[in-house]
């Protein structure tokens, strides 16, 4: 099986297990004083991970919740499990399963998976993106006063230097408004798929950012940094757009 339909396999079960679960939480945990796991997380991560093992036993994994599985390839499978924990013990029905895969720390498969909505976003490196069997392409909107925003924010919002509650106030009153999903991985198909123009966060995780950044590259958005720079996946702050308003909405944040 390639590395695509071993991700969208995994995706899909994994998402599977969400949607069974969904309401029916069995323990509930916390990281920090804000940062929420359940059983689901880990029931999820473990069947993920069962998929990828079997059809490429080789392969490093580096999974939310159990960490870093290291074998000494340059190939890297990156999960998130449970994309919008808080959302889903809340049974807010916006959440995902996001698998992106590496080589030699170049993204080249990106898959995420809502379940709620049966909604497969993926990509792969120079080949195009894709809802289900749909082509996406980014949306057209040319100025960030007629643009949809999206955002998100961390989990200790009051103990974190890039809290981006200043941003997400400035921002409100500079375009058509900003949404708050709760899962950034989906917040980044959104601008790959044109229902959004442009998403930012700070404070990211690597699993968050690696399918949707690829996903939105392939669908002919911009990744960068939020002043600019150059997009450092590991450094975790974000801004993707649809390339039309990415320097104004940059400038805009800084």
């Not at 994994?14 to 796991?37: M, T």
């Not at 997380?41 to 939310?64: C, Q, Y």
């Not at 955002?151 to 375009?175: I, M, Q, Y």
């Not at 392939?218 to 939020?226: D, K, L, M």
Request: aromatic fraction near 8%; include cysteine; glycine fraction near 8%.
């Amino acid at each position: 099986m390639s590395v695509k339909n071993t991700a969208m396999a995994a995706a899909r079960a994994a998402g599977e297990i969400l949607k069974s679960r969904l309401g029916n939480i069995s323990s509930l945990d916390y990281k920090s004083a804000f940062n929420i796991v359940t059983d689901v997380d880990k029931a999820s991560e473990k069947e993920v991970i069962r998929i990828i093992a079997e059809a490429f036993p080789g392969d490093e994994i580096l999974g939310e919740e159990s960490g870093a599985h290291k074998t000494g390839s340059t190939r890297r499978w990156l999960i998130d499990p449970l994309d919008g924990t808080t959302n889903y013990t809340h049974s807010y029905p916006f959440f995902c399963v996001s698998i992106g895969f590496e080589d030699k720390d170049e993204m080249l498969c990106g898959v995420v998976f809502n379940p709620t909505t049966d909604e497969m976003f993926w990509a792969e490196k120079d080949k195009g993106a894709y809802l289900n069997e749909q082509k996406l392409a980014c949306s057209k909107t040319s100025t960030l006063s007629q643009s949809l925003l999206v955002t998100g924010f961390p989990p200790d919002s009051k103990n974190v230097k890039h809290n981006n509650l200043d941003e997400f106030a400035r921002l409100t009153h500079l375009s058509h408004g900003v949404r708050r999903d709760g899962a950034a991985a989906l917040d980044l198909c959104f601008v790959a798929a044109g229902r959004v123009d442009g998403f930012w966060e700070y404070n990211l995780a690597p699993w968050d950012l690696a399918a949707g950044t690829l996903i939105v590259r392939e669908a002919g958005g911009r990744v960068t940094a939020p002043d600019n720079s150059r997009f450092d996946m590991n450094k975790g702050h974000v801004l993707a757009t649809n390339g039309f308003i990415h320097t104004e909405l940059s400038e805009a944040l800084r």
